[in-house]
């Protein structure tokens, strides 16, 4: 299927797009509130400023794609693969995001609040900036990712893995923070607020 032919098959009332190809399509300020787009190849496709608000990109394979303020709130992003995808100030506001892939991916000043990100792979992923209010974090993969200055106030990080990761300017609570302090290894850095040369090497419990 076609770019052309999906928006038309769209605005015709279709709704169910699963397993289709649409690679490297282009689908820029596109509405497409409220479909299904299970197991879909959008790899590479240009998806900025469009919207999938409410809709199902279930095990869909998003790599490289650019969502650039994509509206993606309240989505089903379960198991989706965002690797090396930009997504500078994606609106995720409430998706479901359980195991989903965004290793590599720039999220920079995306909205995260209330999402659920559990077992989510955010590896080397930039969050910099990101506003993360409520998420759910919990034995999320966040080795070597940026999130300086991202807003993590009410977020939950059960088991969360935070190996290398960049934590300037973050303001955790002290109960986590505490938990933080006290995986203090001597093997791998990260930087955490109000201290230098840290380490860290487990998860938070």
């Given at each position: 299927m076609k770019a052309c032919q999906l928006q038309?098959?769209?605005?015709?009332?279709?709704?169910?797009?699963?397993?289709?190809?649409l690679k490297l399509a282009n689908l820029s300020e596109v509405n497409l509130a409220g479909a299904e787009f299970c197991c879909c190849n959008l790899a590479y496709s240009d998806f900025s400023q469009a919207s999938f608000r409410d809709s199902s990109l279930e095990k869909c394979n998003l790599m490289g794609a650019t969502l650039w303020r994509t509206n993606l709130e309240r989505a089903n992003l379960i198991q989706a693969q965002f690797d090396q995808a930009i997504m500078i100030r994606a609106n995720l506001r409430n998706v479901q995001a359980k195991q989903a892939s965004f290793s590599n991916s720039d999220l920079r000043l995306a909205d995260l609040r209330g999402a659920d990100l559990s077992q989510a792979d955010f590896t080397k992923a930039n969050l910099s900036y990101a506003n993360l209010r409520g998420a759910n974090l919990s034995r999320a993969q966040l080795t070597g990712a940026n999130l300086t200055g991202a807003d993590i106030t009410g977020a939950i990080f059960q088991q969360t893995y935070l190996a290398e990761a960049i934590?300037?300017?973050?303001?955790?609570?002290?109960?986590?923070?505490?938990?933080?302090?006290?995986?203090?290894?001597?093997?791998?850095?990260?930087?955490?607020?109000?201290?230098?040369?840290?380490?860290?090497?487990?998860n938070i419990v």
């Open positions: 038309d098959s769209y605005e015709q009332g279709k709704r169910y797009f699963a397993w289709i190809n934590l300037e300017r973050v303001d955790f609570p002290p109960a986590i923070l505490n938990k933080l302090t006290a995986a203090v290894t001597t093997n791998i850095e990260i930087r955490l607020p109000d201290s230098k040369n840290l380490t860290l090497s487990r």
